[in-house]
Structures are given as structure tokens and as C-alpha cells.
């Protein structure tokens, strides 16, 4: 798990940095989207996605309805796949960690808070955006010129470099940090369809299994054959 160890007070290029601790115990210093790309990168599967995929392919089809069927594979259970190694629902969840980082508050206090700051650039982002509004209409799809666009994002990176709290880092402003590398887990296992074809899925007679599944309708599957 990568750990963050505190805010830096200096910035790089503009940005706020934080300091963190890899796996392997070697620290360095990033902004806190390398920071978050980092966290990202250390949730593994748990299973070789190409291996799923082949062993769907030759597994034999099950009935779901009277409209269609099912293959699946079991892969494990939630408490050796998912990185908490725990099963728990949102609103049950009193069995997974507060964030260390923040303590559970999904907050942190901002070492680059500046009232006088935010204020300023709240009052520019807040006039600039008016009016681009006034000019172009309120925003819909890529109704607005790039160059706007950029604009906003700038000014809004100074307000939130500014303002007196910003998102914990840790946790994904989840409060917990744990309950974070599952969303991230849950994120990676949804994006496996579009590569590999399958979904990963609850078991239905135990929650805690968890099963690569690939369905199809009857009817596509006498087109196919």
C-alpha cells in the first residue's frame, strides 16, 4: 500500500505536493494526483484477466431465464480478492478503518490555506465565470471555447490551493482508506468488459464469492451459430 506521510509546504510548479512512502519503503515526494496515480497502480486483481477470459470461452453455458444464458468462473472470495479483505455494505461498514490520515473526516487541513488568497481568487474565478456565461450561455457538452475552459480550471486551482481544507489524499475523501482501494478495486473489475467481454459479479447464494460472468440473449446466440 502506498502511504502518505505529510503535506509539503513547497509547491512544484504550481502545485501542492505531498510526500509518500511506496511499498518497498522508499519515499519521494509528487503532487497529489501522481500521488493518487500511485495509490491507483498498487490495487492489483488478485487474478490474470486473459486467464478468465479463456477459461469462459471453453466453460459450458448455464440457463439464467426462458430469454438467456449464462458462463461463469469462480475467482474467490471478496476477502482474498479485495484489498481490505473485508465484506461490508455502505450502510454497515463499521468493520473497515478510518483513514489515518485524516481520521475518517475525508478532510484535511490545508498547509497552503490562505483566507486573503481565497478570497481573491474566489471573487476572480466567481466574476470570470459570469462572464463567460454572459458571453457564451451556460455550459453544455463543449459549448464553451477551450481557452475559457482553461482559464476556470486555472482560477480554480487557486481557489483550492488556497481554501482551508482540501480532499484527503489517503481515502478519496471516503474516510476510510481501505473502503478506497476497494472503490479503485471495484473501478479496475468494472473496466474489464470493454477489454476482455465478461463482468464481475456476487455470487447469489454467498455475497462474499466472487465469479467472472459473461450472458448472452438466445437469440444472439442462434445468430451466431
Not at 503535506?7 to 519521494?28: A, K, M, N, S, Y
Not at 478468465?52 to 482474498?80: N, P, R
Request: hydrophobic fraction near 35%; proline fraction near 4%; aromatic fraction near 14%.
Amino acid at each position: 500500500m502506498v502511504t502518505i506521510i505529510r503535506q509539503v509546504e513547497e509547491l512544484f510548479e504550481g502545485h501542492p505536493q505531498v510526500e509518500i512512502e511506496l511499498e518497498d519503503g522508499t519515499r519521494q515526494f509528487c503532487a497529489y494526483d501522481d500521488a493518487d496515480w500511485a495509490i491507483r497502480q498498487s490495487v492489483q486483481l488478485g487474478f490474470d484477466p486473459q486467464w478468465v477470459k479463456d477459461q469462459l470461452e471453453v466453460a459450458e453455458w448455464e440457463e439464467l431465464d426462458e430469454y438467456s444464458h449464462i458462463k461463469s468462473v469462480y475467482l474467490g472470495t471478496v476477502f482474498a480478492l479485495c484489498p481490505s479483505g473485508k465484506y461490508y455494505q455502505p450502510w454497515a461498514s463499521n468493520n473497515i478503518e478510518l483513514c489515518p490520515f485524516c481520521n475518517g473526516q475525508g478532510l484535511i487541513n490545508n498547509v497552503h490555506f490562505d483566507p486573503e488568497l481565497f478570497k481573491f481568487w474566489s471573487d476572480v474565478d466567481r466574476a470570470m465565470r459570469q462572464g463567460i456565461i454572459d458571453t457564451f450561455g451556460f455550459f453544455h457538452g463543449n459549448g464553451w471555447p477551450k481557452e475559457a475552459i482553461d482559464m476556470l480550471e486555472q482560477t480554480q486551482a487557486y481557489v483550492d490551493l488556497y481554501r482551508d481544507h482540501t480532499p484527503c489524499p489517503q481515502c478519496g475523501s471516503l474516510g476510510s482508506a481501505e473502503a478506497y482501494l476497494d472503490q479503485i478495486w471495484q473501478e479496475k473489475c468494472e473496466a474489464l468488459y470493454d477489454k476482455y467481454g465478461f463482468c464481475i459479479e456476487s455470487g447469489e447464494g454467498d455475497p462474499c464469492d466472487i465469479l467472472a460472468v459473461v450472458s448472452e440473449d438466445y437469440d444472439e446466440s442462434e445468430d451466431n451459430q
